[in-house]
């Protein structure tokens, strides 16, 4: 794999010891003082159906044991029943949030594997619906994380504000949330008539939204005390554990999949990767945060540069890939969202493998939250932004 | 009869209400404020609704009776009928008493409470001492509850009530001790602990405490005012019913009835809490500028505020009337909201009366009615601000985890209370 090549890149400094280190003292497990909670599959903070068994001694965090499938649907085995095109709409019920990245993800490697590519103005057409996604997934981890921590309101900003994402999403699409926007070989619908002024128009309206988030809570004492010091992940630790996505950036690792390996069109855009420094929850939140304001950028560099031609790039009605295996992943909002496929050369995959963002940072929670208290575990649940459709597929 | 209500009303008994008549009247009192306290909950479960909606761009209830003004009343109902679950592993009898006993701690404070120098049931020489007393107790309720509903989270939440309650207590009292001692800076040098002497000893020196000895007040009331919202369990402080830690915390096996009587007390309590600090710091039931301004003639201007308030009231209900859509669904509503205004205005007009008739300080009837409608009106416009301050609170701030809420009751507010305690004690000294 390629690195991207910058001065602080994977700059694997151990900013904070290990704490996958055997040398961690474990506590007896079976103290009489040990209080075993089960939180979930039906709690208000567990986004969706995670069920973390919890070992707690008094308000501590022994461990925790994450017990997952209660969403399961076999999205992998059902991709062998259907046909490369029949399987498109199956992969945005995963991170049904951000749908249009993991439909992104899935045509790419389909195209990868049949070895065509998308129409210049299809690349466009999908970054733009990309980062736009990304910013909507990202308002409603805000939303989410920020009611976890006990703050109501900026869930109902983040939602009004998502709404005109969504609202783009319908006239492009006529989906809001599983939206399906795009096909193997570009993109099914060319814009809409004024779509380029109601993304711009979007741009202008958001951007000091997100600074009205940020006014409510990035000074704010009690965030920042809730916040800081918390769930504290190594960049060793991160990539130990195969963590991606603004959760390892928040340690410090430049690494984002749009500059390392470039897909879709994002080579000719500038933005920055925004990285943390300390791998805490409040590192998480900043780091965001600032993603939120390159996707503005780049939305705004792509609205500008969008060129002109076919949206539907040279493929067979049929869509029959020649034998072989590819594996594509791209930078969902969550993490790294790779397609591994094996192809036999029928019309349907012989195997289809996700790698999801959700389910690998959810390895991170155990050592995140050992030693903190309850309330920390609903913080870094919120923190490392799972969606259980993703995880249990 | 007239001699009771007459003597009752005169201010000029003041100290001794219970003197002028008598338990009977201390019943009426009781019935009132019970009545009063209910009705004020069941309003204020509206507002925080509708107020908490407005600062999240929502509308709040909007189905029940005209902007939702019957929406508490649905509630009431809706939670009357529910049907009445106690968890087969709970301790039944222990799950039964112990929404009463939080009930009974949250009103049995109003005792002390005045809502005018003889508008209390009673004056007891140790009010504020037994306002301490009987406030904690609301813990016990919620610790009782947490445990013998025989589940972890409501225990969990228990537990934090508890360690909550120590953490703030003792700031508390600190911070009411400095209150008292300013009582004391009077020719004889005597304080005093019964609540209407406080009022009245703010009145004597002819400042509020919160003002005394600046910026000394202002600190007390400060740690007071922090510590009332962890002792009600409010946000950012709620974590003892932390819903997205704790589903509901110590409550969560509760339902239907048994749940609303834990509402009732957290907002009886959240009023008597604000009543209290409005009584130590914000000169209870005194009108703005009493000493500065005692002419009569601004006393007829500030007796007429009761009266504008609810002319004030009518207009944007009548203002809603108007609004309203034609549509004929909004009919009932309409005329609902009509009649609400035209209640309203009927109050108004009726407040204006008295003002007007008993703006002579004579000793009629008129007259002592204008002056105890003042005294209730500016305290309960007081306590109507702490209220609207604890919902903003809600809608504004994150929640503090269990160790930090501690460490701030410990290590930074206990230590100030201590230190404006002695600093008041000296600055007492040095100025008498």
């Not at chain 1, 599983?178 to 099914?188: D, E, K, L, S, V």
């Not at chain 1, 060129?307 to 594996?327: A, N, Q, R, S, T």
């Not at chain 2, 108007?322 to 909201?337: C, N």
Request: glycine share 8%.
């Amino acid at each position: 794999m390629t690195v991207y090549n910058d001065d602080t890149a994977n700059d694997v400094s151990v900013r904070t010891p290990s704490r996958l280190d055997p040398e961690t003292p474990e506590k007896p497990y079976l103290d009489s003082n040990e209080l075993i909670i089960n939180m979930g599959p039906q709690h208000p903070a567990t986004h969706g159906v995670l069920r973390v068994i919890l070992k707690l001694d008094g308000e501590k965090v022994l461990g925790t044991e994450c017990i997952i499938g209660y969403l399961h649907r076999g999205v992998e085995k059902i991709a062998e029943n259907r046909t490369y095109t029949m399987f498109n709409p199956y992969v945005d019920r995963m991170d049904y949030v951000a749908a249009v990245s993991n439909g992104l993800g899935y045509c790419e490697a389909v195209e990868k594997l049949m070895n065509v590519e998308a129409p210049p103005r299809a690349k466009y057409i999908r970054v733009i619906l990309t980062e736009l996604n990304r910013i909507a997934s990202h308002q409603l981890w805000l939303g989410t994380h920020a009611l976890d921590i006990g703050a109501m309101t900026p869930l109902f900003y983040t939602f009004r504000d998502r709404e005109e994402i969504l609202k783009i999403f319908e006239k492009y699409c006529g989906a809001r949330l599983t939206t399906h926007a795009f096909r193997i070989g570009g993109c099914q619908y060319e814009t809409y008539a004024g779509f380029e002024k109601d993304v711009k128009n979007f741009l202008t309206f958001v951007a000091p939204k997100i600074d009205e988030y940020e006014e409510l809570l990035t000074t704010n004492r009690i965030w920042l005390e809730r916040t800081k010091n918390v769930g504290v992940i190594s960049a060793a630790d991160a990539i130990a554990l195969g963590v991606t996505g603004p959760v390892l950036r928040a340690s410090g690792v430049k690494w984002d999949l749009r500059k390392a390996q470039p897909y879709a069109a994002y080579s000719d855009f500038e933005f920055d990767i925004p990285i943390g420094e300390n791998g805490d929850t409040y590192d998480r939140y900043l780091v965001r945060m600032a993603e939120m304001r390159q996707s503005l950028r780049i939305i705004e560099q792509a609205v500008n540069k969008i060129p002109e031609g076919p949206i539907m790039g040279k493929v067979p009605k049929v869509i029959k890939p020649p034998v072989g295996e590819i594996y594509h992943s791209i930078e969902a909002p969550k993490g790294e969202l790779g397609y591994f496929i094996v192809s036999d050369g029928s019309t349907q995959p012989y195997r289809l493998r996700v790698r999801p963002p959700s389910f690998v940072n959810l390895q991170a929670l155990d050592i995140m939250v050992r030693g903190l208290l309850v309330a920390d575990v609903i913080a870094v649940i919120g923190t490392i932004d799972i969606v259980l459709g993703e995880v249990d597929r | 009869m007239p001699n009771f209500v007459m003597s009752y009303l005169d201010p000029s008994v003041t100290g001794t209400p219970g003197a002028a008549g008598s338990q009977f009247w201390a019943l009426i009192y009781v019935f009132i404020i019970f009545t009063g306290v209910s009705v004020a909950v069941m309003a204020m479960n509206w507002l925080e609704r509708k107020a908490l909606a407005h600062f999240q761009i929502r509308l709040g209830p909007m189905r029940v009776g005209p902007h939702g003004l019957l929406q508490p009343i649905a509630d009431a109902i809706k939670l009357a009928l529910k049907e009445d679950i106690i968890p087969a592993e709970a301790d039944q009898f222990v799950f039964w008493v112990a929404p009463l006993i939080g009930l009974l701690a949250a009103f049995a404070v109003y005792v002390v409470i005045p809502f005018g120098p003889s508008q209390a049931v009673s004056d007891m020489n140790i009010g504020i001492l037994f306002m301490l007393g009987v406030s904690s107790l609301g813990v016990l309720g919620i610790v009782v509850a947490g445990w013998a509903s025989n589940s972890h989270y409501p225990l969990i939440g228990a537990l934090r009530s508890s360690a909550q309650m120590v953490s703030y207590e003792v700031a508390m009292g600190l911070a009411v001790v400095s209150a008292i001692l300013m009582t004391s800076m009077n020719a004889s040098g005597t304080g005093t602990l019964s609540m209407i002497g406080i009022v009245q000893a703010q009145q004597q020196q002819g400042i509020w405490f919160i003002f005394k000895f600046f910026p000394l007040g202002f600190i007390a009331f400060g740690i007071f005012a922090i510590a009332m919202v962890a002792e009600t369990n409010r946000a950012p402080f709620d974590m003892a019913e932390a819903e997205s830690e704790l589903t509901a915390g110590y409550h969560t096996e509760y339902s239907g009835l048994r749940w609303s009587l834990f509402m009732l007390a957290e907002y009886a309590a959240m009023i008597s809490v604000s009543a209290i600090a409005i009584t130590l710091w914000l000169g209870g039931w005194m009108r703005p500028f009493p000493n500065l301004l005692h002419a009569p003639a601004w006393d007829f201007i500030f007796s007429l505020f009761p009266g504008l308030t609810f002319l004030g009231l009518a207009a944007i209900a009548f203002i809603g009337t108007v609004r309203m859509p034609a549509h004929s669904f909004f009919r009932i509503q309409r005329a609902g909201l009509a009649a609400f205004a035209a209640v309203l205005g009927f109050i108004a007009l009726l407040l204006l009366v008295i003002a007007v008739a008993g703006r002579s300080a004579d000793a009629s009837l008129a007259a002592r009615f204008n002056q105890g409608i003042g005294y209730v009106y500016w305290f309960v416009l007081k306590v109507a601000v702490f209220m609207y301050l604890f919902i903003w609170y809600r809608a504004t701030w994150p929640r503090y985890r269990f160790d930090q809420l501690m460490r701030i009751g410990w290590k930074v507010m206990l230590p100030i209370a201590l230190g404006v305690l002695m600093l008041t004690a000296i600055v007492g000294v040095m100025v008498s």
